[in-house]
């Protein structure tokens, strides 16, 4: 599958002035392949080294940090002869060695244009470890690969061309092509955006395989995923593994509560002798540190800059991808028909445009009027203005959205559905998967 950050790392590699570089993202969400088609589109020698699957490597590290010993230890410890010339260090899983993450540093410095990548799940866990790792801060460049977006998975599908230019252009989209992007869009919805799940998805499909079936595969693959997740919670985090695994289950939960106002993470009442957010710092702290959840904070005063307004304990939490959350809850495919009027369905819509958005590196605000039910599910804050993003799952109502507009003024609002889009005087409304076509028109800058 062609993925977006392919482009970034050529022109990481292509750079002049290149240093190491730190390839951060969650498990499973391709960096290794990522890599590996890096080194083959430009025929370059990989020289892979994977921390969690060979302890033994850190040994390349013992004697000297200098990029040259480095090299003579990896020839050793591979067996063979490297040509350095045509050569890509790849160190995966490198959160696992901490003087790998040091030597980034030293390659950087050397400036023998030999590419150096270190890639890890869990470099968040570390970030801020100075006792332990010497943090190789301004001597890296950083890239992060997330899950498949919705037009990646789109173009996984091979879509038929009149699909793909009307999903580029969705304010001129026919009702017959737009109907058809909402059906691969529900399939988004349930598979999510891990390659492995996407994968198994289109092969299934390519094979002739009926919707159950492959619907089916993906979900033992979506539950085999999330064992991992968890078991990975104890080996980075033992003591507390259980609770953070908890309270990324009822995140899960607590989203279906939202369907009526943009509700925060409630702390009482979910785990015995936790009752506030003070008990559960570590683990939110734990699951944002693995990728596996954004927050929204929500604020009461939607005003610039809306940092000002955030309070820590007062937020929304989101899963990194909305195959997972489905899974998590046990959210069947048939449930996503359009017929089927399910309330859950817009707290789905909503994690979707929270995954689009994160992506984009746009940080994430919601607002609700007090003793009000008054909301808006994200807010963006751009030349000095803050802008509303109403995101609505069956129907173009948004009164919030109205009340907002004639309280506050935005100079531009925004709302997205599943109706077709359009262009009102101060309210541009796309369809709900042509999320990124709206941030890169009208937010790309931020």
């Not at 951060?24 to 290794?32: D, N």
Request: net charge positive; charged share 25%; aromatic share 12%.
């Amino acid at each position: 599958m062609l993925r977006d950050l392919i482009q970034s790392l050529e022109k990481w590699l292509d750079a002049p002035t290149r240093k190491s570089l730190i390839l951060r993202g969650a498990r499973q969400v391709g960096k290794t392949w990522l890599v590996r088609d890096l080194a083959k589109r430009r025929n370059l020698d990989l020289v892979e080294i994977n921390f969690e699957k060979n302890a033994n490597a850190k040994s390349i590290f013992e004697k000297s940090l200098d990029p040259n010993d480095i090299k003579s230890s990896i020839e050793l410890e591979l067996d063979r002869v490297i040509n350095w010339d045509r050569a890509l260090i790849f160190f995966d899983e490198i959160q696992d060695c901490a003087k790998a993450i040091t030597s980034l540093k030293h390659f950087s410095d050397s400036k023998s244009g030999l590419p150096v990548i270190g890639a890890g799940s869990y470099l968040g866990m570390i970030d801020g470890q100075a006792d332990s790792v010497s943090q190789p801060i301004g001597y890296v460049d950083e890239l992060t690969l997330f899950p498949l977006s919705f037009s990646e998975f789109l173009r996984a599908s091979n879509p038929h061309a009149l699909l793909w230019d009307g999903f580029l252009q969705p304010e001129k989209i026919p009702r017959h092509i737009h109907e058809k992007i909402l059906e691969h869009y529900r399939d988004y919805l349930y598979v999510g955006g891990l390659p492995e799940v996407c994968s198994a998805w289109f092969a299934l499909k390519a094979e002739g395989k009926n919707i159950k079936e492959r619907t089916i595969h993906v979900r033992d693959l979506q539950l085999n995923l999330l064992a991992l997740y968890k078991s990975d919670f104890a080996k980075y985090h033992a003591r507390d593994a259980l609770n953070i695994a908890r309270t990324w289950g009822i995140i899960a939960e607590q989203l279906s509560k939202s369907f009526l106002c943009v509700n925060r993470f409630s702390f009482k009442g979910q785990i015995p002798s936790k009752r506030d957010y003070k008990a559960f710092e570590n683990y939110f702290s734990h699951l944002e540190a693995c990728g596996l959840i954004y927050r929204s904070y929500v604020l009461h005063h939607p005003t610039y800059p809306l940092m000002a307004h955030k309070k820590e304990s007062f937020f929304k939490a989101f899963y990194f991808d909305v195959g997972l959350l489905l899974a998590q809850i046990n959210f069947e495919y048939s449930a996503l028909n359009p017929g089927r009027d399910i309330i859950y369905k817009g707290p789905l819509a909503e994690n979707y445009v929270a995954t689009e958005l994160a992506r984009k590196r746009i940080p994430l605000f919601s607002y609700i009027k007090e003793n009000s039910s008054a909301e808006i599910e994200f807010l963006v804050q751009k030349d000095g203005d803050v802008l509303p993003i109403e995101v609505k799952n069956n129907n173009t109502q948004a009164k919030s959205l109205a009340w907002f507009r004639k309280f506050f003024e935005p100079k531009l609002s925004f709302k997205l559905s599943n109706k077709m889009g359009s262009l009102e005087p101060g309210i541009v409304h796309f369809p709900i998967y042509a999320c990124e076509n709206l941030i890169q028109t009208y937010l790309k800058d931020l």
